[in-house]
Each structure stands twice: as C-alpha cells, then as structure tokens.
C-alpha cells in the first residue's frame, strides 16, 4: 500500500499566491522527499528532509517535517504559473529502506 | 545533455506481444530502477539493480524481465503483454540507494498503451 497520501489532491490558485500542500505518511521514516512532475515529463527531485529535522528551505519552497503526527507539508510562495505541476512525497520507511511515493497533488497556477 | 534517458517515448501495441524499453544513464551512478505509474499516478518501484545486480523485485509478474548489460543500463522487457499493463514506465537512477537520501533521477517516461 501507497506509504504517503497527499491533501488535497488537487488545488487551483492565482499566481502570486501561497500553495501548501501536505502529506501524511503511517510508519517511521529515515528522510521525506518531495518531487515535481510537470505534465507528460519524468519527476524531479525538489527537496529531502530528515527524520531528525523540522524545516527546511529551498528559494521558494518551504517543507516542514513532523514525526509526532507522521506529517510534512510543503509550501510554495509566490507562485508562477510555472509551477503548476502534480507534486509528490515520498518516504523512506525505516524498516524497509525503500521509497515510497503517495499519490500526489495537482497543483494549477492561473496567470 | 540528457541523464537518464529512455526509448521509445511512446508505443501502443497489441495484447500478447512482447516489447522492450530501453534506458541508459550518464550520471555515473551505480543503482538504477524501473518505477511504473499508473492512470491514478500511483508511481510504485518494480526493479533495482545495484552494478548490474538485482536488488529488488517488487513482486512484478514473471512476464516483465529487466536485463542491466553494465551499470550504465537497464532495459525491461515485457512478454506477452495485457490491458492491465498499459501505464507509464520510469527509468530512475542514483549513486548509491535510494534509502540512504542520495538523489534519484528520473528518465521522461515511457508511455504504453495496450490495446
């Protein structure tokens, strides 16, 4: 089963706006990835987190990590119309060592 | 200058052939996988090879067979293909595991549509 579900699955902003988007994930986890896949293109690996950090920053990404709540979000400030892309988390369960990816969400940013 | 590239792109085919997608990378890394994402972008790991070796199988049908020439490569081929595998097939690779935070990149996909 999928390790990360992502909320909302899908999100519509206007550009110069924030999109936040979050990630719950059910076992213990070494390090949180967040990916970018821009329609009809391979996935890009935009940030990782470790189990033993809080946040972390990346130009316009923030991603925040909770281990208490098995949760991570990530934020895009400022958006562009560039940025629209379905986005990805994945975990590296602590048991297994593999990287399992949630579903996504789709992120629109309107001009 | 492509990292991870893989052919063909695009490929419809019919039921009960068999087809191969072919991938190469020229990162230098030594671990390379094969994920397939589905219509709902469920994108689930199927094989990794680390130097040419099999590390993970995850439970995929005797009928996909991936074959790595040297760690540079890594081809799935799929016999007697069903509806069922219609999907999108992503050639990833990283130095060293994926477990371990290092970087996966990912080839552009290989869309396949089984009619």
């Known amino acids: 089963s999928q390790q990360g579900e992502e909320d909302p699955q899908a999100l519509s902003i206007q550009e110069g706006e924030n999109a936040t988007m979050n990630c719950s994930y059910k076992t213990s986890i070494n390090n949180l990835q967040w990916y970018r896949q821009n329609s009809g293109r391979g996935l890009v690996h935009l940030i990782l987190?470790?189990?033993?950090?809080r946040e972390k920053h990346s130009g316009r990404l923030r991603v925040t990590l909770d281990t208490s709540k098995k949760s991570s979000s990530l934020l895009i400030t400022a958006s562009r119309a560039a940025d629209t892309a379905s986005y990805f988390c994945?975990?590296?369960?602590?048991?297994?060592?593999?990287?399992?990816f949630g579903q996504g969400t789709t992120l629109q940013v309107k001009p | 200058d492509t990292a991870v590239s893989q052919t063909p792109k695009y490929l419809v085919t019919q039921m009960g052939n068999d087809k191969s997608i072919k991938c190469e990378q020229n990162l230098g890394h030594d671990t390379m996988y094969w994920y397939k994402q589905d219509s709902k972008k469920f994108l689930k790991i199927m094989f990794s090879y680390n130097n040419k070796e099999l590390i993970i199988n995850e439970t995929v049908p005797n009928r996909f067979s991936p074959k790595s020439p040297d760690k540079a490569h890594l081809n799935l081929h799929i016999n007697s293909l069903e509806l069922g595998d219609s999907a999108v097939y992503f050639c990833?690779?990283?130095?060293?595991?994926?477990?371990?935070?290092?970087?996966?990149?990912f080839g552009e996909g290989s869309w396949l549509t089984v009619v």
């Open positions: 994945a975990t590296v369960s602590s048991n297994t060592g593999k990287l399992i």
């Open positions: 990833a690779s990283s130095q060293g595991w994926q477990g371990s935070g290092n970087t996966i990149y």
């Open positions: 987190i470790r189990s033993n950090e």
